[in-house]
């Protein structure tokens, strides 16, 4: 689909409403549209993804007209106008000259993804000239239409400190008229109540779409984390279990699965990835390693338990470890021998929670880091998988870091809320 995107400015102009333009901007040029981004301010087509899509070039364009910018001369200058009441002949010129030069833009789209450009009153020339075009039908019938979404982030009417700037009639009203034949979307469920007692509008008829976090960004990972992540469907892990070891048998990885396994009553989306590569120095490592993997089919972990030495052959860079660290809801260890337990002072730093096994070296370390029985959960090597299970559950179900990381990945990531709430929105237009 050709899709474009207005608002008054746009990346690398910096704001919340543009940094939204700049995640939908690259989600969708990844989902292979054409993606026109249209905006008074802001740079040209390849920083608005700073290079994040190689396909931005081909995909994406950028067009300038000064005269959406909320802060061009002329806009101002009418700006100060309206907000005294006063509905000049300059008003309408503006109007007029925006409407021509955006119009043979618009004209050409499938979709147009209009940001607050019709809930605040910044530029209210801007919002009449795309009333026309919506509703006005002033170009000629043989010219394609899109079909417009207002997506709304804030509401002018609905506002305390917009009240002087706003008066009866038009043009101010057409921030709190239901447009015909369009689309609206709020960016939470109080803008949809807000949008709906404003406008008249059945809640049901406004699309409820979130912002967003992109954890790529946010967490600094690695490429080749961000791959792992994509190919293991990890965001979709609830718990995500770290266990950062060589695969050996004194690592007692035979138990992490079948806690893995017992926690799956509670916990259905709990998954474990195993980071290290067999251990160098003893060839009994490749059988114990298809021991693992054989009991993985057995209790159906296949999917769920990840060994990244099937997938990664060596050492994974420090850089890739840590990003999991960052990436995890706990450390699981449930070694039989440890000489000293490097991977409970990385769960510090990433202030994971911990269960491990309790064996003097494990315990010496807590106790000379000063960390108390909260921070960490032991059990015995040769404890109940399903008791520590229990242990797990119980601790996460009353941890509100967990639930709240658990519902980020599930709800607030870009690329779950491209997949299930803007694709679908697209495809039903």
Request: aromatic share 8%; hydrophobic share 45%.
């Amino acid at each position: 689909m050709k899709v474009a995107l207005l608002h008054y400015s746009a990346p690398p102009v910096v704001g919340g409403v543009e940094t939204v333009i700049g995640h939908h901007t690259r989600l969708l040029v990844n989902a292979g549209h054409q993606v026109l981004v249209l905006a008074g301010r802001g740079g040209p087509a390849t920083q608005i993804l700073a290079d994040q899509v190689p396909q931005a070039d081909a995909r994406l364009s950028f067009a300038s007209i000064p005269w959406l910018d909320s802060r061009h001369e002329q806009v101002l200058a009418v700006k100060a106008e309206l907000d005294a009441g006063v509905v000049s002949q300059r008003f309408h010129r503006l109007r007029r000259t925006i409407f021509e030069e955006l119009a043979p833009h618009l004209a050409e789209m499938d979709v147009i993804l209009a940001h607050n450009v019709a809930s605040l009153n910044k530029n209210l020339a801007l919002t009449a000239a795309l009333y026309d075009f919506a509703c006005h039908r002033q170009f000629p019938d043989e010219t394609p239409r899109g079909r417009l979404v207002l997506w709304q982030h804030d509401l002018a009417w609905k506002t305390p400190r917009y009240a002087d700037e706003l008066h009866d009639g038009y043009p101010w009203d057409l921030l709190r008229r239901a447009w015909a034949g369009v689309i609206y979307v709020t960016i939470s469920e109080l803008r949809r109540r807000e949008l709906a007692e404003l406008t008249g509008l059945a809640p049901a008829d406004i699309h409820v779409i979130p912002n967003g976090l992109d954890l790529n960004s946010f967490f600094k990972l690695e490429e080749l984390t961000r791959r792992l992540v994509q190919q293991l469907d990890l965001l979709s892990a609830a718990p995500l279990l770290l266990l950062p070891v060589r695969i050996t048998p004194r690592k007692n990885i035979e138990l992490a699965l079948r806690i893995l396994h017992c926690l799956s009553t509670g916990f259905p989306q709990a998954t474990l990835v195993v980071t290290g590569p067999l251990g160098p120095h003893n060839p009994a490592n490749v059988r114990y390693f298809d021991l693992l993997r054989s009991l993985r089919d057995e209790l159906g972990l296949v999917g769920r338990a990840h060994f990244l030495a099937e997938i990664v052959p060596g050492f994974l860079p420090f850089s890739v470890i840590a990003d999991f660290y960052r990436l995890a809801d706990a450390l699981l260890l449930p070694s039989r021998e440890e000489g000293f337990g490097i991977p409970l002072l990385e769960a510090g730093l990433a202030r994971l929670p911990v269960f491990c096994s309790d064996i003097p070296p494990l315990r010496e370390l807590v106790q000379s880091a000063g960390a108390g029985a909260q921070a960490v959960t032991f059990f015995s090597p040769d404890a109940d998988a399903g008791h520590v299970a229990e242990q797990i559950r119980l601790r996460l179900a009353e941890d509100a870091l967990f639930q709240q990381r658990r519902r980020v990945r599930a709800e607030y990531t870009w690329e779950r809320i491209y997949a299930e709430k803007i694709a679908p929105l697209l495809a039903g237009l």
